[in-house]
């Protein structure tokens, strides 16, 4: 069983509160031209957040390799992470430390 990922390039996550709003994000991603954009539920991390559940949108760029540094991956990061705060949301890019 291959442990490669399905799509090679920079990943991106989109943490919202709300489904609609996740789903508005997406579709614009898809009409600028990213094809790898999924809406997801995210698990509750405790009881009290069960309420509150949380909507993901899952972005793989396969334009943009997953360089931290790059200008333009750099960039994209604070398009998005930008995008979620303007949605009282947060951005959470998987597996990657935030370049100082």
């Given at each position: 069983m291959s442990t490669e990922p399905l799509h090679t390039g920079s990943e991106h996550l989109l943490i919202l509160?709300?489904?609609?709003?996740a789903e508005?994000?997406?579709e614009e991603l898809?009409?600028?031209?990213?094809e790898h954009v999924r809406v997801?539920?995210?698990?509750?991390?405790?009881?009290?957040d069960d309420e509150d559940?949380?909507?993901?949108?899952?972005?793989?760029d396969t334009?943009?390799?997953?360089l931290a540094g790059?200008?333009?991956y750099e960039g994209l990061r604070r398009?998005?992470?930008?995008?979620?705060?303007?949605h009282d949301g947060w951005y959470d890019q998987p597996g990657d430390v935030p370049a100082p």
């Open positions: 509160p709300d489904r609609e709003i508005e994000i997406a898809r009409e600028e031209g990213f997801l539920r995210e698990a509750a991390r405790t009881e009290e559940a949380e909507w993901a949108v899952h972005v793989v334009r943009l390799p997953d790059d200008a333009a398009r998005f992470a930008a995008l979620a705060r303007e």
